[in-house]
């Protein structure tokens, strides 16, 4: 398969960045246990334009890791239109979530784990670095952001 797309610029890649958060549902979550054992799985999401909140089981070995480990990497798309996030991560109570990303994620996700039972932990993301690209010509340019700040 050939790439027939241009080359995007690093604001015209930032744009499609935060539409695709704003927009899709699901995101993969990367993340790893104490001994390094890995863990991908998809979990619905909501981003609201600061951070990005996730909602799992606390029990469950992904909701283990981004409460015990801190850190997360987290992904969109498909290998040939890519956006890779790490973050930091912070584990919260539903009490200490704001109620905006709460109301957020239950409107965009079709779920409102509040009605789940105490079992669910929220895990806010804090984006520490972004990149986007579709295919290697993009390769070139395609860091965003960089130690919590965007570069564009």
Known sequence: MTNTRPV?????RKKDVLARLAEEVDIWVASAAGDGTPYLVPLAFQWDGTDIWL????????GRNLRDGGRTRLALGHTRDVVLV??????????????EA????????????RNSGPAYGWFRVR?????????????????LMRDGLWVV
Do not use: M, Q
């Open 55 to 62: 909602c799992t089981r606390l029990t469950n070995p992904t």
């Open 102 to 113: 709460i109301e957020g994620f239950a409107a965009k996700c079709g779920w409102d784990p």
């Open 86 to 99: 790490d973050g930091d991560v912070t584990t919260l109570s539903v009490g200490d979530v704001p109620t």
């Open 127 to 143: 984006p520490t670095a972004v990149e986007a690209w579709y295919e290697e010509p993009e390769l070139s340019g395609r860091h």
């Open 8 to 12: 995007r610029g690093s604001e015209e």
